[in-house]
């Protein structure tokens, strides 16, 4: 489609106003191909690179056919819920309902975002007041059902957004039954950058002979994004992570680790190494998050350390550097990581530090990319920084993190597990009795009196 702007969408001077104050003139190509099928009222799946402009490519075609329904009444009768949202994070779902407000601000339309991790009841004032557009998690939409706080029998629209990672997380029996409460007479909207097998089965059961679209290779990453690997032992790690954060390329960076509690201690590292660093976790409360999240938006911190509950739905514009200090084990998640750098069209670098235990993860990265990542032996100057500990194989991931590799210990008192150190004062140590002879041979208990364990 040789789409020229969106004004050739046909789209209502409303919208488009917003869109112009917006700074954006021309759609990209998911929202250029999204948009009509929307429009003509087709169930739709659409498949493309994250940082393609999806939340555009469902929200923009959503208030459209929404806005014969848009009222200046203050009466919550006339505000129902007339489109559902459903994200898979918190982040995301601020995000995307900030996104439904931007482009729907010259109109009569409301809209709200709900998530767990606040206190329910200063949601539910809102909901009240009636709203046409819900984004929410499922999680904190179903409190909410159950509470009676929200009606969900006049959606006309429904979305699912990132519907892989919803799976991933474990939230399809939470779907199931927030599926069955909506009307039949319905259209429905899934958007993603991967659909596995799971996610087309899904789509059979509550799509109509959606239109599919793919505006990208399945799990392609960017070519806008320059990745690269530098292969690391895990102990050199933060030294290598210190020497790429001086660099003039990091003027700002997300940094992924596998675990909340790495997230943490690394940012508490940087940080008295006179790094502007914070931590974004699920162990942080919203409002942590939150602040983190504004504070490096705004640049007043330069390094933010995520787990994989940032991997999605963070929009940060012209953000240069996405640095993985851990590669994660799912291969889609490297994916995702990897797209909060070199959205819409800018350009952007991954790194990515790889010890020898991850490079079979990495092997499974390449696989699903379809792509040999360039790779480096680090170049490290020879007195390093301390570093975190490194973590050991044979250990739980928790403990990896707690505990470096043993060192040799002293000699030691055999009765004891701690170092003996004799002194004048001390007493003589006691004396182990001494091991049966291996000649004297044992005595002999009758089968019949052995006891035998439980």
Request: glycine share 4%.
């Amino acid at each position: 489609m040789n789409t020229v702007s969106f004004a050739d969408l046909k789209l209502a001077p409303q919208i488009l106003r917003a869109l112009t104050e917006s700074g954006y003139t021309t759609p990209t190509p998911v929202q250029a191909q999204a948009i009509p099928v929307v429009l003509e009222g087709h169930d739709l799946m659409a498949g493309a690179q994250t940082g393609t402009g999806k939340t555009a490519a469902f929200a923009l075609p959503m208030l459209q056919k929404l806005l014969p329904h848009a009222s200046s009444s203050t009466s919550p009768a006339k505000h129902p819920v007339r489109a559902l949202i459903l994200v898979p994070t918190r982040e995301l779902a601020i995000q995307v309902e900030e996104s439904v407000k931007t482009y729907a601000k010259h109109t009569n339309l409301r809209s709200l975002v709900v998530f767990g991790g606040v206190d329910i009841k200063t949601q539910t004032p809102h909901l009240k007041t009636g709203v046409e557009i819900l984004v929410a998690t499922p999680g904190r939409l179903l409190d909410h059902i159950e509470q009676k706080t929200v009606q969900l029998n006049l959606v006309q629209m429904l979305v699912l957004d990132e519907a892989d990672r919803m799976l991933d997380m474990g939230f399809m029996p939470a779907l199931k039954r927030i599926l069955a409460l909506l009307p039949r007479q319905r259209q429905s909207l899934m958007f993603s950058a991967t659909f596995s097998n799971e996610i087309k089965k899904l789509s059979e059961d509550f799509m109509n002979y959606p239109t599919l679209i793919e505006v990208a290779r399945s799990n392609a990453s960017a070519e806008n994004i320059t990745q690269k690997v530098y292969l690391v032992d895990h102990a050199d790690k933060h030294q290598l992570l210190a020497q790429l954060l001086r660099g003039d390329d990091a003027k700002q960076a997300i940094v992924f680790t596998k675990t909340k509690l790495t997230a943490s201690r690394l940012a508490k590292q940087l940080q008295r190494e006179g790094v502007s660093a914070d931590a974004i976790h699920g162990d942080k409360s919203q409002l942590e998050r939150m602040q983190a999240l504004d504070a490096f938006k705004q640049g007043k911190i330069a390094v933010l350390i995520a787990t994989d509950v940032a991997a999605r739905g963070l929009d940060i514009d012209s953000l240069p550097m996405v640095i993985n200090y851990e590669i994660p084990h799912a291969a889609e998640d490297y994916v995702h990581r990897i797209g909060r750098t070199g959205r819409a069209g800018a350009s952007g670098t991954a790194i990515s530090l790889v010890s020898p235990e991850e490079e079979k993860y990495l092997a499974d990265i390449e696989k699903l990319i379809k792509t040999q990542i360039p790779k480096e032996r680090a170049d490290l100057p020879e007195h390093a920084a301390k570093p975190l500990r490194a973590p050991r194989a044979e250990h739980s991931e928790r403990s990896r993190e707690h505990h470096a590799p043993a060192p040799k210990k002293p000699s030691h008192d055999p009765w004891f597990d701690k170092p003996y150190e004799p002194s004048a004062s001390a007493p003589a140590p006691v004396k182990k009795p001494a091991e049966p002879s291996a000649n004297k041979p044992k005595a002999q208990i009758p089968a019949l009196f052995v006891r035998r364990s439980s």
